[in-house]
């Protein structure tokens, strides 16, 4: 009956379509910005840099530094900036230069001829170039604001629950335990990684996040990431909110960046360039975390668009950063992608990158079958994908108008997720991000058949903590018995 109700809810937009297209071109305005082209420029090298991993203050903050060293992780050359000499040798050139990868050691060059860049290209410092970017003939403008709500509605108040209408979907993975005993995600920084927090600037029940910044990362930035899409808002929402006997998310003590790496106004390459700008951005100002409800598959350009057998988790661009992060001492929690009733099926890009937390989701009703949009895996090279599972069919969530709603995706399903991955994380700070990864694998219901439909199953998060606690005590042990000897 379930799978019987997403089919008919997907005919019926299908009937709908057409209509919403025609509103959709008529709503599309010409691309002022006329012919221009995004480059992804690599690098050769870092030499004549002024950066030493002797002296990673210069480039990272404090926070991030010590996220590093309580982990044991070391500070390599993937840190260190990209030389400012070869910057200047292209800007000399007349390359614009928009944004820059440390980890991956490439410029985003804009360029109005095509033709210019070959000359960029036969620099010695320059090992390749690709086109991530065509600027499109009209585009449909996406900053906007709307009317919002000063309050929650009255009649979602639950005097006899405090978690109000997110009770289910907190308590099926068990880590409301967790915030009993004051673990609600205090120290833990966590960046969201979207399109646009539309409103969180100005509806009242965001007011009480600690918000620590916000950046844009996209090419041209938008006049104000507040007025983009509510998706993001939503997602914050699911982890950051504290409305008690409303509304309370995953996390809602943590400390939150706002990055938007994501255009709405087109589906290009570029967008991979953006989201690892933004993650390396997280990584420099100290987050330990990392919720991105976003994934590639398909792109406007068909040479752009990818291909099954690039789903290792190390041809994509996107991927390639992603399964660095755990190195740096942070945990990734990706949507695993809603491809699932498509002819795609399969999760996308960065949701196969390795060391990381891909999210499918499940339905909220009993007993809680795989939502049938949610995408598969395995990833090319035969690891188990979707991770786990959390309720995305639907959650609740608090959209940008400031109302309490519910909505349907593995976008929803990640960051009720990831706001409990950093309660556990925060009461075993002495976990690195690895063991904490594969702890919470190895502490779902699912763990002893992983599929590739559920992946290791629905989380248990305060399973994961108290054989968590066994972990620390022994290698605390352990530690005591080497000092002896």
């Not at 709307?146 to 509605?153: A, V």
Request: charged fraction near 20%; hydrophobic fraction near 35%; charge should be negative.
């Amino acid at each position: 009956m379930q799978r019987l109700i997403y089919l008919l809810t997907i005919l019926f937009s299908a009937v709908l379509s057409p209509n919403a297209e025609a509103a959709n071109m008529a709503a599309r305005v010409k691309y002022k910005g006329g012919p221009a082209y995004i480059y992804r420029i690599y690098l050769s090298d870092k030499h004549d840099t002024p950066y030493s991993i002797d002296r990673p203050s210069r480039f990272l903050s404090r926070r991030s530094i010590e996220r590093r060293n309580r982990q044991n992780l070391p500070i390599d050359s993937t840190d260190l900036p990209v030389s400012p000499h070869y910057i200047q040798l292209l800007r000399q050139k007349g390359a614009t230069i928009i944004g820059q990868s440390r980890w991956q050691n490439t410029l985003l060059v804009c360029a109005d001829d095509s033709l210019v860049i070959r000359e960029y290209c036969q620099l010695p410092c320059v090992r390749a170039c690709r086109l991530v970017w065509q600027a499109p003939d009209s585009i449909t403008p996406t900053a906007q604001r709307t009317k919002y709500n000063e309050q929650l509605e009255e009649h979602f108040y639950t005097p006899k629950q405090a978690y109000g209408k997110t009770y289910e979907q907190l308590n099926i993975l068990q880590g409301l335990r967790l915030h009993d005993i004051g673990m609600r995600g205090e120290d833990m920084m966590i960046a969201v990684l979207d399109g646009g927090f539309r409103n969180v600037d100005r509806i009242p029940t965001f007011q009480h996040i600690d918000i620590r910044g916000f950046r844009d990362f996209v090419t041209p930035s938008s006049p104000t990431l507040f007025a983009e899409t509510d998706h993001g808002t939503k997602v914050l929402s699911a982890m950051a909110i504290n409305e008690p006997n409303y509304y309370i998310g995953s996390a809602p003590k943590a400390c939150y960046w706002l990055l938007r790496s994501e255009d709405q106004q087109t589906e290009q390459e570029v967008e991979e360039d953006y989201w690892t700008m933004a993650a390396e951005f997280a990584d420099s100002v100290g987050c330990d975390l990392i919720s991105s409800s976003l994934g590639y598959t398909e792109y406007d350009h068909r040479y752009m668009t990818h291909h099954l057998w690039q789903l290792d988790g190390r041809t994509a661009f996107v991927s390639q950063t992603a399964s660095m992060l755990f190195r740096k001492g942070m945990i990734l929690i990706n949507s695993a992608g809603n491809s699932g009733m498509g002819t795609w099926k399969k999760i996308g890009v960065p949701a196969d990158a390795d060391h990381i937390l891909t999210v499918g989701a499940i339905s909220a009703d009993e007993p809680h079958p795989i939502a049938p949009f949610s995408s598969i895996g395995p990833s090319q090279d035969g690891r188990v994908k979707p991770d786990i599972v959390a309720i995305g069919a639907p959650a609740y969530l608090i959209n940008g108008r400031g109302a309490i709603m519910q909505d349907m995706g593995t976008s929803f399903s990640t960051p009720i997720v990831c706001g409990f991955v950093a309660c556990l994380w925060q009461a075993l700070p002495q976990l690195s991000a690895e063991e904490l990864i594969e702890l919470v694998r190895q502490t779902s219901d699912n763990a002893d058949h992983p599929d590739n439909i559920r992946g290791y199953g629905v989380p248990h998060f305060w399973r994961a903590y108290m054989l968590g606690r066994l972990k620390v005590e022994q290698k605390q042990r352990q530690q005591a018995w080497n000092n002896i000897e």
